[in-house]
């Protein structure tokens, strides 16, 4: 992947808002939804997009990347020890200029040196030290809305180079953290866990509001004074929307058990939200005949609110 701020089109100084807006811009230029039978090269260029996305709209990795530690693709540039000091691989200066007899790492007093040094001895005989578990790692995913609505697997490459598939549960919310026990460092008592934050990326159409799932749909005049047929999409595919004769602008229409699933697979309901548009452009015709209806037929809806 090329550098994160060029694939989305905005600067290093972008604002978090700023690299919101410019992928959604690009997610609707290239989401395979919109672009069905299209080339590979459109699938790969939302891909490209979506984990440049990942890597800067993430404070912390966009940091690092920042920073120069981490690459285009999260991982670390060279190696960065971890832990604390390293008992026994170096001397270490002692308090009177000299070095230390037990290796330990610099900084430590006498008492803290005599306490490693006869740690343990204040257990009762035969009573085992606790073994201590590895630490804990934690991971970034960036998944698709729908897949985050609907479920599915997900690869992710650990830093042990270890490749899995994750199983990303039904409805899962952003920011919901997965927990997968013994994927993270080793220690004596066994590894610990690797923890996978979820960022559900944000979708061209649709917007969540817990089980709920909203869309407003587009329709013309002719659509909305006659009243007609009109396809929309939904989680799992199109479906056929009746439009009432007479329909305005705001009205909500709902489909049962189009939202969003919850853990035990009972899904929510979808709301479609109607917005009247008018043709691109200056229609002569169009005014022509409304000016003349108009005559006839003025209205104001805004008398009902009081506002004339």
């Given amino acids: 992947m090329s550098d994160p701020y060029q694939t989305l089109g905005v600067t290093r100084s972008a604002t978090a808002a700023e690299i919101k807006s410019a992928y959604r811009k690009l997610a609707k230029k290239y989401h395979p939804d ?32 920042d920073r120069g530690e981490i690459d285009e693709q999260g991982q670390e540039r060279g190696f960065h020890p971890r832990g604390g000091a390293r008992y026994g691989t170096r001397s270490s200066s002692n308090g009177n200029g000299g070095s230390s007899p037990f290796g330990f790492g610099g900084g430590m007093g006498m008492d803290d040196i005599l306490s490693e040094f006869f740690r343990g001895t204040t257990r009762q005989s035969g009573e085992a030290a606790p073994a201590e578990k590895g630490a804990d790692v934690a991971y970034t995913m960036t998944v698709p809305f729908v897949e985050a609505c609907l479920g599915g697997t997900k690869r992710l490459t650990l830093d ?12 899962t919310e952003d920011g919901h953290k997965l927990r997968l026990r013994g994927l993270g460092h080793a220690g004596v008592g066994g590894s610990g866990a690797a923890i996978i934050e979820i960022k559900v990326a944000p979708h061209p159409f649709f917007r969540r509001e817990g089980n709920a799932l909203h869309l407003d749909v587009p329709i013309s005049l002719p659509e909305a004074l006659l009243g007609e047929k009109v396809t929309i999409p939904t989680l799992d595919g ?63 809806p805004r008398k009902k609110l009081g506002w004339a």
Avoid: C
């Fill in 34 to 65: 919109l672009n069905q039978g299209g080339s590979k090269g459109v699938e790969q260029k939302f891909k490209e997009i979506t984990a440049a996305y990942d890597l800067v709209s993430d404070p912390a990795k966009r940091a690092k990347y």
């Fill in 238 to 300: 199109s479906v056929a929307l009746r439009v009432h004769k007479g329909a305005n602008t705001g009205s909500v229409m709902r489909l049962k058990g189009k939202g969003i699933p919850n853990p035990k697979g009972e899904a929510g309901d979808m709301f479609a939200t109607l917005k009247i548009m008018l043709p691109d452009g200056e229609d002569a015709d169009l005014a022509t005949l409304i000016e003349k209806w108009a005559k006839k037929k003025a209205y104001n």
């Fill in 160 to 171: 042990s180079k270890k490749t899995i598939d994750v199983t990303i549960p039904a409805g």
